[in-house]
């Protein structure tokens, strides 16, 4: 239906810019299991000419691949915008509530379609409530528990490997994979790096893949025991935060290690990738 498509759009676009791993067209949004009557502003293919509200809930994010993806959001909405297809509203949130109170203001603005990737619990209830007033929503990255909502999203595979073939086949063959782990109901670190992509992507491809101890607990003490498990599953490199001042770092301060602890880390993994028949680069 068009209404469906265009919704669908200005998530899928944004996947597509900010991963560089849509190639091929079609829509990427899958309905999520609805046991309720079908709304009309899904199932009823819109008139000519007409113009969508569309809003979109973004987390606040400054950097990363969750601000790339709502700072290519923004752009493809302009896009959508200036050919007259829609209006759009594109609000900013720091927390479950916030967000909540935003999507409130989109119904109360007359939102026809609402995109959201929150980053938090909590969000289930009033995104069911929209739904149930006949306002489609579109799900992208972390799954929302809702009947009837669009969701927009990949395999963390297939979104890794197409991206790395979009790129080469631009005539870029300067490619590596990284894993820097996945949301799990594991609370103890930020995310469960998950080690056996590394044998994973070993088997299926011919790309060097590293990884992201730092990044994937999210905790200094965490990253001497992952980058040994790193080096032991087979991975080609690791990427260690390193920082003079941790406790004044204007991000990511937790995860990074002081000057003498890289200094104790790199030691360490300089032996355990000898004992693995390994050679470092200098």
């Avoid at 200094?220 to 991975?235: F, N, T, W």
Wanted: proline share 5%; aromatic share 6%.
């Amino acid at each position: 239906m068009k209404f469906k498509k265009l919704a669908a759009l200005t998530l899928a676009g944004a996947m597509s810019l900010s991963l560089a791993a849509c190639g091929g067209g079609g829509d990427t949004a899958s309905p999520a299991p609805n046991t309720g009557a079908p709304s009309a502003a899904t199932d009823t293919p819109a008139p000519e000419g007409e113009v969508y509200k569309i809003g979109v809930l973004a987390p606040e994010v400054t950097h990363g691949w969750s601000a790339g993806v709502a700072y290519y959001a923004e752009k493809r909405c302009d896009e959508l915008e200036a050919e007259g297809k829609i209006e759009k509203k594109i609000l900013i949130s720091g927390d479950a509530a916030e967000m909540t109170t935003q999507l409130d203001e989109l119904k109360t603005w007359g939102a026809d379609a609402i995109v959201a990737f929150p980053q938090w619990e909590g969000m289930e209830v009033p995104i069911q409530q929209a739904i149930d007033e006949g306002i489609t929503v579109v799900n992208f990255d972390i799954a929302i528990e809702a009947d009837g909502v669009y969701r927009v999203s990949g395999d963390n595979e297939g979104m890794g490997k197409d991206a790395a073939e979009y790129i080469m086949s631009e005539g870029n063959y300067n490619v590596v994979l990284c894993e820097r782990g996945i949301r799990t109901f594991e609370t103890a670190t930020r995310n469960t790096l998950d080690v056996s992509a590394v044998p994973v992507v070993k088997e299926r491809s011919s790309l060097p893949i590293i990884i992201d101890p730092s990044h994937a607990a999210g905790r200094r003490d965490m990253v001497q025991p992952l980058s040994r498990a790193a080096i032991a599953a087979g991975a080609d490199g690791l990427i260690i935060e390193a920082h003079n001042d941790p406790a004044h770092a204007l991000c990511d301060g937790a995860q990074s290690l002081d000057l003498n602890q890289f200094d104790t880390v790199m030691k360490d993994i300089k032996r355990r990738a000898e004992f693995e028949g390994r050679v470092m680069m200098p």
